[in-house]
């Protein structure tokens, strides 16, 4: 039988799935719409969980740890289902929506669920909650890795069948991983805290906070402007092979930097984001596909591995008695930057065109990560 805190790593990367297996059919529900309503409908998912992050953070400690992880499988769940049933842009916004509320919930109940179950099956409190992180970060990092990679995959095996396989496989792993947490016991003896928690940003942390805007935004425009402008150009799974890549590559880099000091990490990370996106720009505008493939693993090496890692880590150090706080008001930078950029950039790219609005970007780019070396230096 799984063990209990690996049943609870189980359910997070069965929720994480949820979030990239439509990738690939992303400029297909956008068809004829443009880029910037398809970068309206995928910011849904960072927008919600901006707004209610000082609700959700809390929420573990109100209703318990396994109310709360159920309830966001449900909702991830039913994002696939909704998707399933009826694709379009605008299901996929409702989707998205579903996407981060359960994300949310999944993500703050885990790690300490995984944590206090780990203790009651004998671990000290140190290993326990290295267990608990580790639970949240590999079950994340191997569902944002692989579930686009699934999809595609599925549509090189049966191109015609909507939806691919792979959403009616992740419903039955849906009610699978439900059936696993169902009988694992509450560790919350009683409610505690209040409802709502601010973000909170320790003094010396802001500029690697400030890091994931650049970082995240362009991961989103990889995800949405990019592959629209590959898709009016006849090249339609292009941006999505170059999505799984870059989030394979970011998810494997996270595994090998856990250990490095986060200064170094964000001086080496910056100019790296900066040189993976030019890359990948360059690949887009010139339909080079191999070029865009090496810029999308740069990217993801620098956005989810060094900015990612360095700046979370110096948050998470700034202020050790206000940790939850501090990395709420760590994700909501990162989540404004996974929304805000892309959607600017792909409503600007209807507005000019794609060219100059990738260009643009990469610019800005440059000088705020330039900015921000000097910053932390």
């Known amino acids: ?42 910011a849904c998912y960072a927008a919600v969980l901006i707004l209610t992050a000082p609700l959700l953070g809390p929420l573990p400690d109100r209703i318990g740890r396994r109310r709360c992880m159920m309830a966001g499988l449900a909702l991830t769940g039913g994002s696939t289902l909704l998707l399933a049933l ?44 290295r267990l608990g992180a580790g639970v949240v970060t590999t079950g994340t990092a191997l569902s944002f890795g692989t579930g686009s990679l699934l999809t595609l995959l599925a549509l ?67 995800l949405t402007t990019i592959p629209a402008s590959l898709a009016a150009a006849g090249q339609g799974q292009a941006g999505a092979w170059a999505v799984a890549l870059m989030i394979l590559v970011g998810a494997a880099t996270q595994q090998a930097l856990r250990r490095m000091a986060p200064r170094p990490a964000l001086l080496v990370g910056l100019p790296v984001l900066v040189l993976g996106s030019g890359l990948a720009i360059a690949g887009t505008l010139g339909g080079m596909l191999w070029l865009l493939l090496l810029g999308g693993a740069v990217l993801g090496t620098a956005a989810y591995g060094f900015v990612y890692l360095g ?38 790219a209807d507005a000019v065109g794609t060219a100059p609005a990738l260009l643009g970007l990469w610019g800005a780019v440059a000088l705020f990560c330039a900015a921000l070396w000097f910053r932390l230096r």
């Open 1 to 42: 039988m799984l063990a209990a805190p690996r049943r609870v790593g189980l359910a997070v990367f069965a929720a994480g799935l949820s979030t990239t297996l439509p990738l690939p059919l992303y400029a297909e529900y956008a068809a004829g719409a443009g880029a910037g309503p398809l970068a309206a409908a995928f």
């Open 86 to 129: 009826w694709p379009g842009l605008l299901p996929l916004a409702a989707a998205r929506v579903l996407q981060g509320l359960g994300m949310g919930c999944v993500a703050n109940a885990a790690g300490a669920w995984a944590a206090e179950l780990a203790e009651r099956e004998g671990s000290g409190p140190e290993a326990a909650s």
């Open 156 to 222: 090189l095996v049966a191109p015609d069948w909507r939806p691919p396989v792979v959403f009616w496989a992740h419903l039955a792993l849906i009610g699978t991983v439900l059936a696993l947490l169902a009988p694992l016991p509450e560790t919350l003896p009683a409610p505690r805290g209040g409802w709502l928690r601010l973000p909170f940003f320790p003094r010396g942390t802001l500029a690697g906070s400030l890091g994931m805007l650049p970082a995240w935004g362009l991961t989103g425009v990889v």
């Open 311 to 348: 700046g979370l880590a110096l948050a998470a150090a700034g202020a050790p008695q206000e940790r939850p706080r501090a990395i709420a008001g760590f994700f909501v930078i990162a989540h404004l930057g996974f929304s805000a950029v892309p959607l600017a950039v792909g409503f600007l």
